[in-house]
């Protein structure tokens, strides 16, 4: 009798082993506008020590390292690690992404399920959008997630085989392990705006994809460094906010020049002189360069 009761606990391990040593990627919106950051969403299960490193190599042509904003690191989630990834692209385009490698501690790698995102360019507020211009609706090829009745299955005789390990071999833990890797804004701000010159839009008659990916990067900078709701506000509004601040007083007069010029290029079909384009870009990067935070003070040795 004991020994089938080994038999037995031997085959659920084995069993829970194959169904959880899995790994996935996912976008959080399959269709973007050109300039938005959006995230990547990578999971493996079933490893026993944290994944070591994602090669982004089959997605360098389309996600070139300026263009990997954020990463918030491995954290475990129940038996899940996990790693959120910010990414922005400029370019308008069906994109069909190959598996990303993830490598394991002792060298060895498992790939993730490929992926598409859409991209499409930033529509004015006085456009009509068109939903056939953005995704064609078609039903979805067989993906395992369907298959989800028989995941929990298999996830119900993981849990019982797991709970026996657990209260042999490991101590409880106590929470999920979580590591942030987050740029500061102008940080941030600065590697958006060194993206945006190499796409040479303006150089290509996108004027109004460049003002308004231009005026995204500023107005996000401002939001995050200065508490001013600039996302959300119109321009004569962020700029009454931001002179409640600490903002420099002789930084405000460029920035509501370029706030407006950006309405109108928006909004009225206007087009600005062709030497303002590149001033603008160098504007916002003396913008940003101007309000960095100093560093804080260091303590008094005693």
């Known amino acids: 009798m004991k020994r089938k009761h080994r038999i037995l606990t031997l085959f659920l391990l084995l069993t829970c082993a194959l169904a959880r040593a899995q790994s996935n990627a996912a976008f959080d919106s399959t269709v973007v506008e050109t300039g938005e ?18 090669d982004f190599s089959a997605w ?23 790693n959120d990834i910010t990414l922005i ?10 598996p990303l490698s993830i490598r394991r501690r002792d060298g060895s790698t498992e790939e993730t399920n490929p992926l598409q995102l859409t991209v499409v360019p930033t529509p004015s507020p006085n456009d009509p959008i068109d939903l056939a211009d953005i995704a064609d609706i078609r039903r979805e090829a067989f993906h395992w997630l369907d298959a989800v009745p028989w995941v929990l299955l298999v996830g119900g005789l993981c849990a019982m085989a ?5 209260l042999l071999v490991r101590r409880k833990q106590r929470g999920p392990r979580s590591r942030t890797v987050q740029l500061p804004p102008h940080e941030l701000a600065l590697r958006e705006l060194d993206a945006l010159a190499r796409r040479n839009l303006w150089q290509q008659h996108q004027i109004k ?11 996000q900078y401002i939001q995050q460094r200065f508490g001013v709701p600039a996302l959300e ?5 962020t700029m009454y906010r931001l002179r409640k601040t600490d903002f420099p007083p002789e930084l405000l ?19 600005p002189p062709a030497d303002y384009h590149e001033t603008a870009l160098l504007q916002v990067r003396q913008l940003v360069q101007q ?6 003070a260091e303590p008094e040795k005693k």
């Open 209 to 219: 994809v460049y003002y308004e990916a231009l005026t995204y990067i500023a107005r």
């Open 291 to 296: 309000t960095i935070p100093p560093p804080p």
């Open 89 to 98: 692209t400029f370019d308008s385009a069906k994109l069909h992404l190959p």
């Open 233 to 237: 506000s119109v321009s004569d509004e």
């Open 60 to 82: 360098e042509s389309v996600f070139p390292p300026e263009n990997i904003l954020r990463e918030s690191g491995w954290y475990l989630d129940g038996d899940t690690w996990t």
């Open 162 to 166: 797991a709970l026996v390990w657990w």
């Open 253 to 271: 007069p460029p920035l509501e020049n370029l706030l407006h010029t950006a309405d109108r290029v928006k909004f009225a079909k206007g087009e």
């Open 37 to 54: 950051a959006f995230t990547l969403h990578l999971s493996v299960m079933g490893w026993g020590a944290e994944p070591e490193q994602i």
